[in-house]
């Protein structure tokens, strides 16, 4: 098997379901040690990080991945088992082959061939990885983005290594994320017999008017290469179980995925004003996934473009579409971030998996960017 393919495999025989990284990261930093890179395990809470980095100044250059994956779902469900590799027709299968051990390993490869080749690199080559993308993103890199701050440790360009492209390996250039928002909202009513709704009061009836507003407003026609900011009520729960009785309480999930017109307060805000606006009795419980991140036309930018292009023979598209990734905590450090990784076809599905002939060119890929940016 080939460096990459041996060491992704390696990677998804390791049970890591979020948080757990299942020993995958002190496999990592064991090579990166044998190639040169100076290796930080930032053990946050019950999460594992790794910062490795080799040479020193500017500029600084991250690639960006995490270990953990998510949970397999119904074991029998898979046509083998999901934390052994097993390579079918030309396709590796396992959690996490795109999502993204198989980045990982790529990066990992890349790296030591990079340095290899030039170990007097101007400026640092960082890999950053960790066990919390997939859950809740708290010790993860949103922490570890703290204490870098604390310290001033400066970010230059951020490669993330999330499946992102489309068809085929390389097709699209990630250069953004919009920003996610999830509520909470708890209407309060009084419950009581549905023959006598004067001696209750219908959280129901009385909040449908509202949702009505926010689930139909536009919020704005989109921001440069942005998609028009979006609410989606994602879950509503209320009443007994009985069909004679009117609900005491209503609960009502609903997420934000907005761009760079808005910011989290704000839209909070908005919310909130018109919730007061219907008399609504209600509390509200916020979670700030992150704020959306773009990285304008620049040499990181630029650089991507031509490296793709050349692989598959055209302009990659360029987009800021998805869901978040970590790299929306990296961005406020003011790093350039963008994205490029594997299809993304499989990703937290029954069967995930990932095509060998584009997992074995993604190391490629990466060094090219690598010899671009630095060498």
Not at 15 to 43: E, I, M, N, W, Y
Not at 352 to 365: F, K, M, S, T
Request: proline share 6%; glycine share 10%.
């Amino acid at each position: 098997m080939s460096a990459v393919l041996d060491l992704a495999c390696e990677l998804i025989a390791r049970p890591s379901v979020t948080p757990d990284d299942a020993g995958c990261q002190a496999l990592l930093a064991a090579r990166l040690k044998r190639a040169g890179f100076h290796c930080d395990h930032l053990r946050l809470g019950e999460v594992d990080n790794l910062w490795a980095t080799h040479g020193q100044g500017a500029p600084v250059l991250v690639l960006l991945g995490h270990t953990d994956v998510v949970p397999t779902g119904p074991r029998e469900a898979w046509t083998s088992d999901p934390f052994t590799p097993q390579i079918r027709d030309g396709v590796l299968y396992g959690r996490g082959s795109a999502d993204m051990k198989g980045s990982v390993a790529a990066f990992v490869v890349a790296a030591e061939q990079f340095v290899a080749a030039h170990p007097d690199h101007p400026g640092t080559l960082a890999v950053l990885l960790t066990s919390d993308e997939e859950g809740d993103a708290i010790d993860g890199v949103r922490h570890v983005a703290r204490l870098f701050e604390a310290r001033g440790q400066r970010i230059d360009w951020c490669i993330t290594g999330e499946p992102s492209s489309t068809a085929t390996l390389g097709d699209l250039l990630r250069v953004g994320r919009r920003g996610s928002l999830s509520a909470k909202l708890r209407v309060q009513g009084v419950q009581g017999h549905v023959a006598y709704p004067e001696k209750a009061r219908n959280p129901i009836h009385q909040a449908a008017a509202a949702l009505a507003e926010l689930s139909a407003r536009r919020w704005d026609e989109g921001y440069e290469s942005f998609p028009a900011t979006s609410l989606q009520i994602s879950n509503i729960h209320a009443g007994t179980g009985a069909n004679n009785v009117i609900p005491g309480e209503l609960e009502v999930d609903f997420n934000l995925r907005y761009n760079p017109h808005w910011n989290a307060p704000k839209l909070e805000a908005e919310i909130t004003a018109l919730l007061d606006r219907h008399g609504l009795q209600y509390t509200l419980k916020w979670h700030r996934s992150g704020e959306p991140f773009y990285t304008p036309e620049g040499t990181l930018r630029a650089t991507a473009r031509a490296v793709l292009a050349e692989h598959i023979g055209r302009a990659p598209e360029e987009s800021t579409g998805g869901g978040t990734s970590d790299a929306r905590f990296i961005a406020p450090l003011g790093a350039q971030c963008i994205e490029v990784g594997p299809v993304n076809a499989s990703i937290h599905q029954v069967d995930e998996n990932v095509r060998v002939d584009e997992l074995e060119a993604l190391p490629g890929l990466y060094q090219r960017l690598l010899e671009r940016l630095l060498a």
